[in-house]
């Protein structure tokens, strides 16, 4: 079964912390994962996309990582902002599935206090 | 979000009542999709239109219709809304022409309750 989980489901730091979520996938045949932020009230806004030979992918203070072998991925956020409050939403597209790629995580909320 | 516009914002309706949520997209892209969001649930794909006069189902179809109009519109309808309905729907559409190796453009929602 096509299917993407991402940990932790919440998370709750200090502005100014760093922090690391995850995602694995069950997904086949592999085409690209994406990550997506989702602030409250507001649709989700890409922030990476990475096909299967990509390893690092930076966006400013944003750095997702893939690994196709253990189908794993990772978004890490430096130097966390209180702006950086939202949802994260892991994304992996199927491979010559037009129309019904997207297979979506379930997200992590994180929270940046001051 | 830039490239889709989607209206209204908010609605609540009466079980039993119809209503049409609008999607337009200025990107020029071929493709347009209807998601539904659900606490503690991704996000699931209603239909889609792969092109002008296309439509597709996803997911979750059931009790829903769509409609192409245009390139540009792509609308969705309940034609008897129930409570299980009640939802966050967001339109998207490729942010690049060919779409599937290029992020989405998604619209800023629209919060439905049915009551």
């Known amino acids: 079964k096509n299917q993407v989980e991402q940990s932790p489901q919440s998370l709750i730091i200090l502005e100014g912390k760093n922090c690391t979520l995850q995602c694995n996938y069950t997904v086949s045949p592999f085409s690209n994962l994406r990550w997506y932020k989702q602030d409250t009230g507001r649709g989700p806004v890409s922030l990476t996309i990475?096909?299967?030979?990509?390893n690092t992918k930076s966006n400013g203070r944003y750095t997702a990582t893939l690994d196709a072998d253990t189908k794993q991925s990772s978004l890490h956020i430096t130097a966390s902002q209180l702006s950086d409050s939202a949802s994260y939403i892991c994304v992996v597209s199927r491979g010559g599935q037009a129309g019904t790629a997207l297979i979506f995580g379930k997200g992590t909320t994180l929270s940046v206090s001051s | 979000n830039a490239g889709v516009t989607q209206t209204p914002k908010f609605q609540v309706l009466k079980t039993g009542q119809s209503m049409t949520l609008q999607c337009a997209q200025d990107m020029n892209h071929n493709s347009m999709y209807w998601y539904r969001q659900d606490p503690g649930m991704g996000l699931r794909l209603i239909y889609y239109s792969a092109s002008e006069g296309t439509t597709d189902k996803g997911e979750v179809p059931n009790g829903y219709n769509v409609s192409r109009l245009n390139k540009r519109e792509f609308s969705l309808r309940l034609e008897s809304a129930a409570p299980s309905q009640t939802s966050v729907y967001f339109c998207?559409?490729?942010?690049?022409?060919?779409?599937?190796?290029?992020?989405?453009?998604f619209g800023s929602g629209t919060r439905l309750t049915v009551v």
């Open positions: 990475m096909t299967f030979s990509e």
């Open positions: 998207a559409s490729p942010s690049q022409p060919g779409g599937e190796f290029g992020g989405y453009t």
